[in-house]
């Protein structure tokens, strides 16, 4: 059974006769430190008069988000006329560098009226219930997508030039560490990986500082 239907997002939550089997959980927000980045390979089409439509891929540095739980009396949250005061641990947050991402502003959350409560959860889950089991499924792509969209609006600030090629350093390094054994496949593979993802770093370094702000416009 798929559960999409009684997903509601969190600020316009309503009553529902209907619970889902799975134990309420706590409200969380997301939060980027500018420290954190993934890169993530986007696929593109090139149309050139003449010839035939050509894919290429194109590697993008994009933000890793944290998860962070609103739980009352943990991390400075607390109960307040019925609701979640997380105001203190947001700030502690910022003060700290984090960029908070409110759910209000950007869309995030999905509830489920469950077991004692509500159920949050992301809107890239879906929940399907099968036989005993309640499965959960994430798409990855669709995420993606959201996190390059809060890039090209400016959402979230432009990686720093030397936290990128910092990354650049660390995997010179496992390479390094890697070709001291490359003659067990497994490790020729890790090898061969680690050699491409340079290639890939090198491109989307390249890529920010050719476009700078419109890095993310694809």
Wanted: proline residues 5%; positive net charge.
């Amino acid at each position: 059974m798929d559960y999409s239907n009684y997903a509601q997002p969190w600020q316009e939550t309503r009553a529902q006769q209907t619970r889902i089997p799975i134990k309420a959980n706590s409200r969380f927000f997301y939060a980027h430190y500018p420290e954190n980045w993934e890169l993530v390979h986007f696929e593109q089409t090139l149309k050139e008069e003449g010839k035939k439509p050509k894919k290429i891929e194109i590697p993008l540095f994009l933000p890793m988000l944290s998860s962070i739980p609103e739980e009352a009396g943990v991390n400075g949250c607390r109960a307040v006329g019925g609701r979640i005061d997380s105001s203190v641990l947001k700030a502690q947050l910022s003060n700290k560098g984090w960029r908070i991402l409110e759910a209000n502003q950007h869309d995030y959350i999905r509830t489920y009226p469950a077991t004692r409560g509500t159920y949050y959860t992301s809107k890239w889950v879906k929940l399907e219930k099968v036989g005993s089991r309640i499965l959960h499924s994430f798409d990855q792509d669709s995420f993606n997508a959201w996190r390059l969209e809060l890039m090209a609006s400016g959402a979230i600030s432009m990686p720093h030039p030397q936290i990128i090629k910092l990354k650049l350093i660390d995997n010179n390094r496992q390479i390094s560490s890697l070709e001291q054994n490359q003659h067990i496949p497994e490790i020729a593979a890790r090898l061969k990986a680690a050699q491409k993802r340079h290639t890939d770093i090198k491109k989307g370094i390249a890529r920010l500082e050719r476009y700078k702000s419109k890095t993310y416009n694809i």
